[in-house]
């Protein structure tokens, strides 16, 4: 049979987002100096945008008077309409003295341009731990469970490059949050464990480690396996507390050194690098500006607005627009209206972060409201999840709302997902916060009699009083998350000290 050219037609639907969307997604996920940078480089090299004092005047300030509504009080229910603005072209026919306005209550305070302070005044971009990390899974991982497993994980691997939360939340946390994806739902600790296995082979040789031991033998595990290699292995995995204390006589009993061998052994260990993550952080001190900001207000409450001092007001340029207006069709004037386009797509998707931003702050500062009265210790649990569904937002929008995005509260300031925790199952009593349970182990532990350091299961007994009921494993592994090492060893280490 002979093979004949043709034409097949096909019919299908596609899901393609606007460019005006796309703008609005990447401005949501960039933190406050990066959204900084944005509006430097466009106001460099479009002459339509422009920072100034303008007032809106009553046509715009009708039209976005729920957009920029003044503070949210949190003794009422939210009533905040979702934006469609994201999911619509941005049309030439708009009013042309638009304005970003610096979305606070405060209607005399507007921000000027005066104040708006370049990116160039900070830190410069670097690698992060993060991102290298992240870089090597996409190469290391295909597409599929193993990639999302991958993902949580490097999520929990601080500046120092420690794992700092157990695998058994982090399975807890893709279960609750990622079921809908083929295999989770059969996933097991086991699986957890062997990505966890290929991320400790990544670039710095040690990350991902659970503690300063394991780090430690992730670095030998590189290295050619002389015997002072393996000597030291056995040492930092069966002996630690040795090298803790400087017992320096008992291990050349123990494993036959000389003089000569000892100091051979001490100089190999001390080559390695006990926070790996630290090559990756930046050297000069991180400048953190607060998109949020949270006040106390005697009638009202707990109140939350936008940062008016984070960026400039923007507008468009209205003596080129009526320039635009009065020209023919030409070249010129066609590139005039792409520019004219370009400054309104920022300004509304500035607007839109804006927005987004109050909405999920204001969630978050109603859920934890104990947490600002009382404390780490009265976290509430709190996942993606019933923050989505509480606003109607996709769990991806809520993840680039939290990271890199900070409120600054009486209490300090924090990252948005710091107040992002998991609950831990009980008996007899509400979930708790895994946050809340490790402000209480530490609390005890600070406060315990260094002579007669508290147990875990005196910990437990004493969690229980304080209707805290979880089981001894999980406060061991809280523990040491933690970084706090076991009873017999803080009984030794104060011993030591004294």
Do not use: C
């Amino acid at each position: 049979m002979a093979l004949m050219p043709g034409l097949q037609l096909n019919i299908g639907q596609q899901l393609k987002l606007t460019p005006q969307l796309q703008q609005s997604i990447k401005i949501l996920q960039y933190s406050a100096l990066e959204v900084q940078q944005v509006i430097k480089t466009t106001l460099e090299s479009n002459y339509m945008l422009e920072t100034d004092d303008m007032e809106f005047d009553e046509e715009i300030e009708e039209d976005f008077k729920d957009d920029v509504d003044e503070n949210v009080d949190l003794n009422n229910e939210l009533d905040i309409e979702n934006d469609q603005s994201l999911s619509e072209e941005i049309e030439l026919d708009m009013s042309w003295n638009e304005v970003f306005s610096d979305h606070t209550s405060s209607s005399s305070g507007s921000a000027s341009s005066d104040e708006f302070t370049s990116a160039e005044n900070y830190t410069a971009a670097h690698t992060s731990l993060y991102d290298h990390l992240q870089w090597q899974a996409e190469i290391a991982f295909n597409p599929g469970y193993e990639s999302v497993v991958a993902s949580y994980i490097i999520d929990e691997i601080n500046d120092e490059g420690f794992l700092i939360e157990p695998l058994t939340s982090i399975l807890e946390n893709i279960q609750n949050n990622e079921s809908e994806i083929t295999g989770i739902s059969e996933l097991t600790l086991e699986d957890i464990e062997a990505v966890l296995t290929v991320i400790q082979q990544f670039e710095p040789t040690g990350v991902a480690a659970r503690n300063l031991q394991e780090t430690l033998i992730l670095q030998l595990n590189a290295q050619k396996q002389t015997p002072f290699v393996v000597t030291a292995k056995q040492l930092i995995s069966e002996n630690f507390e040795w090298l803790s204390f400087h017992d320096h006589k008992r291990i050349k009993k123990f494993y036959g050194l000389n003089d000569h061998e000892l100091t051979t052994l001490l100089k190999l260990i001390q080559t390695l690098n006990p926070r790996p993550g630290r090559e990756y952080a930046d050297t000069e001190a991180e400048v953190v500006i607060p998109d949020l900001r949270l006040k106390r207000d005697v009638k009202n409450g707990w109140l939350v607005e936008l940062n008016a001092d984070a960026f400039p007001r923007l507008s468009v340029n209205s003596t080129y627009v009526d320039l635009v207006n009065k020209m023919s069709k030409s070249e010129d004037s066609k590139k005039m209206k792409e520019q004219l386009l370009e400054a309104k797509g920022l300004i509304k998707s500035v607007h839109s972060r804006g927005e987004t931003l109050l909405r999920v702050g204001a969630f978050i500062i109603k859920r934890q409201k104990e947490f600002f009265e009382k404390g780490e210790e009265a976290m509430q649990p709190m996942v993606l999840r019933e923050v989505a569904d509480e606003l109607d937002l996709h769990e991806s929008t809520i993840s680039r709302a939290t990271n890199q995005k900070y409120i600054q509260t009486p209490r300090g300031t924090f990252e948005l997902k710091y107040f992002f925790s998991t609950g831990i199952g009980q008996y007899g009593s509400a979930d708790q916060s895994s946050t809340a349970i490790k402000a209480h182990i530490k609390n005890l532990i600070d406060n315990e009699d260094p002579k007669k350091p508290l147990s875990d299961n005196k910990l437990m007994a004493l969690l229980e009083e304080k209707e805290i009921n979880v089981a001894r494993r999980t406060i061991a592994k809280y523990r040491e998350a933690l970084n706090i090492p076991s009873s017999s060893e803080r009984k030794k280490l104060n011993k030591y000290k004294f």
